[in-house]
């Protein structure tokens, strides 16, 4: 198989304490029903075991779900790790409770695109289909 | 038809009596099939005529669908008596209002302090304690698991210290307190007796709630820290020690809420939530406790979702099968021990981040559901909880809901009022049949916890979260300002509740001042009685408690219990 033809790899993550995975779970099955290759953390995972699963599973994309507010720690903890540990390439992504002048910083940071309630899954695996694409045509 | 009726009749009477009867039933069915030919003749909308739980709903209901008594068991009976169905007490609002409770807390004890003061001041009844994420999970604010959340979704108390600011001038032989905790909740419970203690209250007056239902949590909610075998037995030391030292208040909350918000239909958070609540039934008596005793203290608390009728029937039904399941199976014979009261939420999932003034209107609707329903207690969502914790002005907006409609709209003015409705009243029956037949299933599993473990009630909630999702995104389930009735720009510039970082460092800074000034000896005696009486068997109230007044932290009371206890590791099902 073409290199751009595979499947695109995508760990579906829940960093913090929240327990709140029914965002997380529904997201996973979409990306796994529009043919990604899903892997989900589980809960209360910390920025250094996502980034951990992410490398071990030589992923493409983290999609974080966060709904506790914590999302301006979390997100650029483990966008700085995933440069740590040489994945500077891979897309960290997301969605839940944040407000928009916070999406806006984060994107700032270098965090992709962040997702609130209400979202349709379509949006979010258009958009890492289409930043995929772009990825491949770039390299 | 009474067995007292049926001697004074005559056989002949009686017979009589069953061929009118009879000769009704084909009248009615008569009219009905005219109407339904009538109906079929007729295009209809284009909709779905189902309820947001995926239930068929037909088109019309008539006397041939209404519940009838059967072997002299009356399926409504009358308020305040057995089954319930009709209500659990028998003034119902008459006497008292449903209690108004709004779930409050974020950042610092001091700064959610100053939110209850001012909720008090407002006209609200009654506190509930929300707190943050590492107080759920049992961390201290100092804990590095703690980095980032800390007061950002509820209250940190991760002491004694902390407890006592957060209630500081508020009187708790006067105020009834809910507080949402579940895997530590044993370790809250005991702060807040010797917070209770500290401002000299005699702890026998103490009312209030503590959730403390960790079977929920780990299908649904997963703010767990123990695994089910050492969590339910603390949860039994709690009955056994609350009917003997704090008679009035309830020990645990059996919640349905998060297993509906996790995705759940209304049947299936129905039938868990009392399936569990059996489940610690039965834990209570192999512990060798009095049913009749440690029963009336058991409390509830169900979600009051969008569909009006079917959350109404479901409040209903929920009574009906308590009150049957604790006289028939558990053998209770004190109507206290049947009489199912409960709490009450507004979905939180059904609130919209798109237009959401309009969740304004979805909260009213299903606060009066909750109301017909017969809830003892309730707490209405604030329109902006899709963005942020809420700001005041949308908690008090929420709190006005509920005293329009406790004051202006004359529903708590008779009791159960759609009683009779062939439609309600067969709606109640469906539910009780469809939770009966999901008790089947999970005992066939052996019971609630093989349940948990294979994994069973999270697929089951995320099966159901995921033909939710498909609807809506297929369009056939409308969502006003999300699938439907769009403006363009959906995101409207709503003032938002933000939590300070500073919130944290100030926590942590406490935290270390206060590890300073206790007295070091006595944390490490009491908390090695503590571990000491895990392992031993004894109930482990009076050494947290002890633990509390030396203030040991949380952090420190759960780990002195892991020791003995263990964590719990979530299975992934995906």
């Known amino acids: 198989m073409a290199d751009d033809d595979r499947k695109i790899r995508i760990l579906v993550a829940k960093p913090g304490l929240d327990g709140h995975d029914r965002g997380a779970k529904v997201i996973a099955s979409a990306f796994r029903d529009a043919g990604f290759e899903v892997i989900y953390t589980g809960l209360h995972q910390t920025p250094e075991m996502i980034v951990a699963a992410a490398v071990q599973e030589d992923v493409d994309v983290v999609a974080m779900s966060v709904l506790s507010g914590a999302h301006m720690t979390l997100f650029p903890r483990v966008r700085e790790l995933l440069a740590e540990a040489g994945a500077d390439h891979v ?47 770039t390299t | ?49 189902t309820t947001v739980s995926g239930r068929e ?38 006497t008292r209002l449903w209690t108004m409770r709004q779930f409050a807390g974020f950042a610092t004890a001091e700064e959610t302090n100053a939110r209850y003061k001012y909720l008090l001041e407002h006209g609200q009844t009654g506190l509930s304690v929300a707190f943050d994420f590492p107080t759920l999970m049992g961390f201290d604010s100092d804990h590095p698991r703690s980095l980032g959340e800390v007061g950002v979704c509820g209250v940190a108390i991760s002491s004694l210290a902390d407890m006592e600011r957060l209630f500081e001038g508020i009187p708790l032989d006067r105020v009834s307190v809910s507080m949402t905790i579940n895997g530590p909740a044993i370790i809250l419970f005991c702060f807040y007796v010797a917070a209770a203690e500290k401002q000299g209250v005699d702890v026998g007056v103490l009312r209030g709630t503590v959730q403390n239902d960790i079977l929920k949590e780990y299908q649904a909610q997963h703010a ?15 009955f056994e020690w609350c009917s003997e030292h704090t008679p009035k208040y309830n020990p645990i909350s059996i919640s349905g809420y998060h297993i509906r918000e996790a995705g759940a239909t209304a049947a299936q958070e129905l039938a868990f939530t009392l399936r569990n609540g059996f489940e610690y039934v039965e ?42 399941g604790m006289k028939e199976k558990y053998g209770a014979t004190k109507p206290d021990a049947w009489r199912l009261r409960t709490h009450c939420q507004t979905a939180g999932v059904s609130l919209t981040a798109q237009q959401p003034e309009n969740n304004i209107v979805r909260v009213a609707y299903q606060a009066m559901a909750a109301a017909l329903g017969g809830t003892q207690s309730l707490h209405t969502n604030s329109m902006d909880e899709t963005l942020s914790l809420p700001t005041e002005k949308a908690v008090r907006i929420a709190l006005r809901t509920q005293q329009i409609l406790a004051h202006e709209s004359g529903v708590p003015n008779t009791i159960d009022p759609l009683a009779g409705s062939y439609f309600v009243e067969s709606l109640t029956d469906e539910l009780e049949r469809d939770a009966l037949a999901l008790f089947d299933e999970i005992d066939a599993m052996g019971g609630v916890v093989p349940g948990i473990e294979q994994g069973w009630f999270q697929r089951e909630i995320a099966s159901s979260a995921m033909r939710q999702q498909r609807e809506v995104e297929s369009g056939d389930r409308v969502v006003v300002g999300v699938n439907h009735f769009l403006e363009g720009s959906e995101q409207l510039e709503i003032e938002t509740l933000r939590i300070d970082p500073a919130v944290e460092r100030r926590q942590v800074a406490k935290m270390a001042e206060m590890r300073e000034t206790r007295d070091a000896a006595d944390v490490e005696r009491t908390l090695a009685a503590l571990s000491a009486a895990c392992a031993a068997d004894e109930n482990v109230v009076p050494r947290i408690l002890d633990c509390a007044r030396a203030y040991c932290t949380l952090y420190e009371i759960r780990a002195a219990m892991e020791r003995v206890f263990g964590a719990y590791k979530e299975p992934v099902f995906f």
């Open chain 1, 91 to 137: 897309l960290l992504t997301g969605g839940g409770i944040i407000p928009e002048e916070d999406v806006t910083a984060l994107e700032e940071q270098g965090i992709g695109r962040l997702f609130g309630p209400g979202t349709p899954t379509t949006a979010a695996i258009d958009y890492v289909k289409e930043w995929f694409a772009t990825r491949q045509q």
């Open chain 2, 1 to 49: 038809m009474s067995t007292i009726e049926k001697d004074m009749l005559g056989r002949a009477e009686l017979e009589d009596a069953v061929r009118a009867r009879d000769r009704e039933i084909a009248r009615l069915k008569a009219r009905l099939a005219e109407w339904e030919e009538s109906y079929d003749a007729i295009p209809k909308r284009d909709d779905l005529f």
């Open chain 2, 57 to 94: 709903i037909r088109p019309l209901y008539t006397e041939l669908d209404r519940a009838r008594a059967e072997n002299g068991d009356d399926p409504l009976g009358f308020p305040g008596s057995y089954p319930f169905t009709r209500g659990p007490y028998p003034t119902m609002y008459r």
């Open chain 2, 224 to 238: 767990w820290v123990f695994p089910p075998e050492p969590a339910l037995r603390c949860i039994v030391d709690m």
């Open chain 2, 283 to 324: 834990r209570g008596i192999a512990r060798g406790l009095d049913v009749d005793a440690f029963a009336p203290r058991l409390s509830f608390f169900f979600d009051v979702h969008n569909d009006f009728f079917e959350e109404i029937a479901k409040l209903r039904a929920a009574r009906r099968i308590w009150a049957r």
